[in-house]
């Protein structure tokens, strides 16, 4: 048997089960829905982004990520200003996901919704893996977001959601 499966599947089976009350279970961050506060708990931007995600401070906060999930693994970024409000665009087609499980690293280039543009603001990718992995972050998982924006590189660590 590989590592996920040994490992991750029944990690991740125990936090969903145990790691949400029953206030929370029913809330998932996805495009669709809002929470009833308007906050995203676990994130110390202290709200969710202008498209209903979590917040992903890049660099030293000159710029954000969005990031938003569904249930059947997709990933949606959006690239933000440094109030987090405004989108913004890069001429990178792709941006890159690194997460580490034990000593194993994995890197998803996650590509542009819009290849053929000269800019670039939403980059998408269906992996459920990844989704999984992101799940973990602060239970033996670490995540980082690479973004190359103006020839330069902003780099931004994935936190902990605690629902």
């Known amino acids: 048997m590989n590592f996920i499966t040994r490992i991750c599947l029944p990690t991740i089976a125990i936090v969903f089960i145990t790691g949400c009350t029953d ?5 998932s961050h996805n495009e669709t829905e809002v929470t009833e506060d308007g906050h995203n708990h676990g994130h110390d931007h202290g709200s969710e982004g202008p498209h209903g995600g979590h917040i992903l401070g890049l660099g030293n906060e000159e710029y954000h990520l969005e990031w938003l999930h569904n249930e059947s693994g997709k990933l949606t970024f959006y690239l933000l200003d440094a109030t987090a409000k405004e989108d913004v665009s890069t001429t990178a087609k792709s941006i890159s996901i690194e997460t580490v499980v034990k000593d194993e690293t994995t890197t998803v280039a996650v590509n542009s919704t819009t290849p053929d543009a000269e800019s670039h603001n939403r980059f998408e990718v269906i992996d459920p893996v990844l989704l999984q992995r992101l799940e973990l972050v602060g239970h033996g ?3 980082k977001a690479t ?3 103006e020839d330069k590189e902003y780099t931004g660590e994935f936190e902990h959601d605690d629902h």
Do not use: D, L
């Open 141 to 143: 998982v670490t995540a």
């Open 147 to 149: 973004v190359s924006i």
């Open 23 to 27: 206030e929370s279970a029913s809330h």
